[in-house]
């Protein structure tokens, strides 16, 4: 599989996932700046070796051709909204509103988000056992799903 195909059939299945979904639509990111930065950060692991930006323009799931600069720009933003997103943290932590149990379904959230990603990680091989494991998975995924909804629309 050519890497243009295994990154973009990458990148469907994780813009696609219903709780990426519900992360990035409240989150700082535009889903064209998540896919660039997904881009940026992935497609060198996939490729196994460094990739310019003009091949990671390229790996843009959207059908017209953009340039080089055009796809840089968009990662410069993400890489903002990141940073920006990551102060904010910093600066409430520092402010003590972490302390705060308003923030305790934000935590439990992270908890449940670490479990479902846990879950992933260690999927069995057997199939009397990853029956089991994918209701298991399903059983946190819709949960997550429900929490995120109602934190999203307080």
């Given at each position: 599989?050519?890497?243009?195909d295994?990154?973009?059939?990458w990148?469907?299945?994780a813009?696609?996932?219903?709780i990426?979904k519900i992360?990035?639509?409240?989150?700082?990111?535009?889903?064209?700046?998540?896919?660039?930065?997904?881009?940026?950060?992935?497609?060198?692991?996939?490729?196994?070796?460094?990739?310019?930006?003009?091949?990671?323009?390229?790996?843009?799931?959207?059908?017209?051709?953009?340039?080089?600069?055009?796809?840089?720009?968009?990662?410069?933003?993400?890489?903002?909204?990141?940073?920006?997103?990551?102060?904010?943290?910093?600066?409430?932590?520092?402010?003590?509103?972490?302390?705060?149990t308003?923030?305790?379904?934000?935590?439990?959230?992270a908890?449940?988000?670490?479990?479902?990603?846990e879950?992933?990680k260690?999927?069995?091989?057997?199939?009397?056992e990853?029956?089991?494991?994918?209701?298991?998975?399903?059983?946190i995924?819709?949960e997550?799903?429900?929490?995120?909804?109602n934190l999203?629309?307080?």
């Open positions: 599989m050519k890497l243009k295994s990154v973009q059939s990148l469907i299945s813009l696609e996932d219903p990426t992360l990035y639509v409240n989150s700082h990111l535009t889903k064209t700046q998540l896919e660039t930065l997904l881009i940026d950060v992935l497609a060198e692991n996939i490729a196994g070796q460094p990739i310019k930006y003009e091949e990671k323009a390229r790996l843009r799931l959207i059908k017209a051709k953009i340039s080089r600069g055009a796809f840089h720009r968009t990662l410069e933003q993400a890489r903002d909204n990141v940073v920006k997103a990551m102060y904010t943290v910093i600066l409430l932590g520092y402010l003590g509103i972490f302390e705060s308003t923030l305790d379904s934000y935590l439990e959230i908890n449940k988000l670490k479990s479902y990603m879950s992933y260690n999927i069995p091989i057997q199939s009397v990853l029956n089991e494991h994918l209701k298991a998975i399903k059983i995924r819709e997550l799903e429900t929490s995120l909804k999203s629309h307080p």
